[in-house]
C-alpha cells in the first residue's frame, strides 16, 4: 500500500474546529476515491498538533486523490492550521493484531538511511522488531512506511489505550535502538499522538 501523510501544527483551542473537518468532509472526500484503503487521524491536543493519514492500493491512486485533496486541504484545516506539511511514503510493513480504537495512542518514530538500505531497513523491522512489539500489551497495530528517493521513513505504533502507550516505552527503545544498528538507520524523531480516528484496511 501507500500512504499519504498530512502534519498539522496551530493553536491547539482551535485543534477540535480541524478534527470535525477532517472527520466529516475529509472522510467523506477520501472515500469517494478509487484506491483508498482507509485513514487515520492523531493529535497531540497539549501543543496544538495534528496527523492524518490515508493509505491507498496503488501509487497512481495515492496521486490521483492529492488533486482533490489538495484543492479541500486548507479550507478544511481552517483556522487551526498554521503550518502544513504533506509527505508521501510506501508500506513495507502493515502488522495489525486488532482494531485500534479512539482513545488510544500512535507512537511515531521518524528515520533517515540510505535508501539503497530501505530492502534491508524492511527485512530488519519484519525479522527483529516485529516479534518484540508483539509481546507488547495494547499493541494494535505497526507499521513502516518509507521514502525510498529521500531515505526517509515513518514507523507507527498503534495502541488499544494510553496506559500501554506508556508502558511501552522501555521495551520499545529497546527494540528500537537493535532495530537501528541492524539496518543501519538514525532515528530523527520520537513523538506520541493520541487516536482520534483509524480505520485502515490491510487486506
Keep these: 500500500m501507500f500512504v499519504r501523510t498530512v ?31 482507509g485513514s487515520g487521524i492523531f493529535v497531540d491536543r497539549e501543543l496544538g498538533k495534528l496527523l492524518a493519514a490515508s493509505w491507498w492500493r496503488t501509487e497512481q491512486s495515492r496521486r490521483n486523490s492529492d488533486e482533490v485533496m489538495r484543492e479541500r486541504r486548507g479550507s478544511m484545516l481552517e483556522p487551526f492550521a498554521a503550518t502544513t506539511a504533506v509527505d508521501n511514503y510506501e508500506a513495507l510493513v502493515f502488522h495489525q493484531t486488532r482494531q485500534p480504537a479512539a482513545g488510544g495512542g500512535l507512537r511515531l518514530t521518524r528515520l533517515e538511511f540510505d535508501p539503497l538500505d530501505a530492502d534491508l531497513l524492511a527485512d530488519t523491522f519484519r525479522a527483529s522488531v516485529v516479534p518484540r512489539l508483539d509481546t507488547l500489551p495494547g499493541l494494535a497495530r505497526t507499521s513502516l512506511l518509507v521514502d525510498r528517493e529521500r531515505g526517509r521513513g515513518l514507523v507507527g505504533t498503534l495502541f488499544t489505550d494510553r496506559a500501554s502507550l506508556v508502558a511501552s516505552r522501555a521495551a520499545q527503545a529497546a527494540a528500537r535502538h537493535e532495530g537501528a544498528a541492524k539496518a543501519h538507520v538514525t532515528v530523527t524523531g520520537l513523538e506520541e499522538f493520541e487516536t482520534v480516528f483509524t480505520d485502515v484496511r490491510g487486506d
Excluded at 502534519?7 to 483508498?36: F, H, K, M, S, W
Design 7 to 37: 502534519y498539522v501544527t496551530g493553536d491547539p483551542a482551535q485543534l477540535d474546529t480541524a478534527i470535525r473537518a477532517l472527520n466529516a468532509q475529509g472522510r467523506d472526500l477520501l472515500e469517494e476515491r478509487p484506491g483508498y484503503r
